[in-house]
């Protein structure tokens, strides 16, 4: 009788540690300054599972570096949030999980933001799924608007717009300007708000599949002739030409009439700048049309992770309509278009401007975006700030389209 006792006590025992071991926890990387919408997510859902994410963030400026170091030294953790541009690099090297078939089945899978699924393939297989989404949009001061003499209610409609509202909006004269952008060698600022204007008139700095660059098009010839007026008549402050993105929100001085930024800013705004009265609107494109820069991170799980259950149970719970609401609640824009209006319920209308965006946002397919776009020092840096501020457009040009192809064709 006591054998079969301690038997069963043992056997009762050992389920519960096999219980207490069924939890995971889940180690992840994050970027700093993701924000507070994906460390709200994960407290709540912290408290409401019994798996357990454990967030540790790390310096952008060096999250890629390290993760690639991490991994090399088998010390990756089981999943990160990553800037979605640089999801194809990764799983061209193979040290992504493919999950390409366990989000085909996601209900919603065709919901999710079409330009983190597109950065997120790579030949035609999943690596990479939206978390956070961010989308480049225009803004405008209202108040400003009146004291111009324009109506603060009507959205500008094209560049020729934009700039004769900026030269009223100088008139007011002292240090108040019509317009503003990080132009001094910030190629992450400029992809994400100059390009709208070519793209939402067909044209694109690369092709389709990221292995021609095609920068010079009349499109991107009108697109730096707006903003080269612009500089010429006063209208943009002389600080933007050294700006390298550390002034990026000089909308929220008050004394900026007009600038493109991210959907962020409009919480921001609200939050921490009630006093500017503003409004926001798609991005116009030199012919009229509109765009945007689809930007965030992606969700990707590392290669290997005896975790990956538990890692796809948190990216579920925060496609739900509650972590949708929380993320949103924070400032990230909704990954799921289709629960998109539910989840905004309740915020500030204008942050429906920012998921308008999603439609039409684009963001470039390429495995050297840091290479070609992002380098402080690379040819699309270099070529938005020779092209808009130095003496001579031609050969702005044909540097950056040679420079481009060059690193493109090294690659391959």
Request: aromatic share 10%; glycine share 10%.
């Amino acid at each position: 009788m006591i054998k079969r006792l301690l038997v069963a006590t043992s056997v009762a025992t050992l389920c519960l540690v096999s219980g207490a071991s069924a939890a995971e926890k889940i180690d992840m990387w994050v970027r700093s300054g993701i924000g507070e919408s994906f460390k709200k997510v994960v407290e709540a859902y912290n408290a409401s599972h019994e798996n357990q994410v454990a967030a540790t963030e790390v310096p952008f400026s060096e999250l890629v570096q390290k993760y690639a170091t991490a991994i090399a030294g088998g010390q990756a953790p089981d999943a990160l949030s990553m800037d979605l541009i640089y999801t194809p690099a990764f799983a061209a090297a193979g040290q992504l999980e493919d999950l390409t078939d366990w989000a085909k089945k996601l209900p919603y899978f065709n919901s999710l933001s079409p330009s983190h699924v597109k950065l997120g393939t790579y030949q035609d297989h999943i690596y990479g799924l939206p978390l956070s989404v961010e989308t480049s949009v225009f803004a405008w001061n209202k108040d400003l608007y009146k004291k111009a003499g324009l109506d603060p209610e009507k959205a500008p409609a094209s560049w020729e717009e934009i700039e004769a509202n900026a030269e009223k909006i100088r008139k007011l004269g002292d240090d108040t300007y019509g317009f503003y952008f990080s132009g001094g060698g910030c190629g992450g600022c400029m992809i994400f708000t100059f390009t709208p204007l070519v793209w939402g008139a067909g044209a694109d700095i690369l092709s389709a599949d990221g292995k021609k660059a095609t920068l010079d098009t009349p499109q991107m010839r009108k697109a730096v002739g707006f903003y080269r007026d612009m500089v010429k008549k006063d209208l943009v402050p002389a600080g933007a030409a050294s700006d390298n993105g550390a002034n990026f929100l000089s909308f929220t001085s008050g004394k900026i009439g007009q600038q493109s930024l991210g959907a962020f800013a409009i919480g921001t705004l609200v939050t921490e700048h009630p006093d500017i009265n503003f409004g926001v609107t798609l991005i116009p494109s030199v012919n009229g049309g509109t765009s945007s820069f689809a930007g965030g991170d992606n969700f990707v799980i590392t290669k290997g992770t005896k975790k990956i259950d538990a890692v796809k149970e948190f990216l579920e719970y925060i496609y739900s309509m509650d972590g949708q609401k929380i993320m949103a609640k924070y400032g990230s824009l909704p990954t799921r278009g289709d629960i998109a209006e539910k989840v905004l319920e309740g915020l500030d209308p204008r942050m429906q401007v920012g998921l308008k965006a999603i439609g039409v946002a684009k963001t470039p397919y390429t495995l050297q975006f840091n290479d070609l776009i992002n380098s402080a020092n690379g040819p699309w840096a270099g070529f938005t700030n020779a092209a808009i501020f130095g003496d001579d457009v031609d050969a702005a040009f044909a540097n950056a389209q040679s420079e481009m192809q060059s690193i493109i064709d090294s690659a391959q």
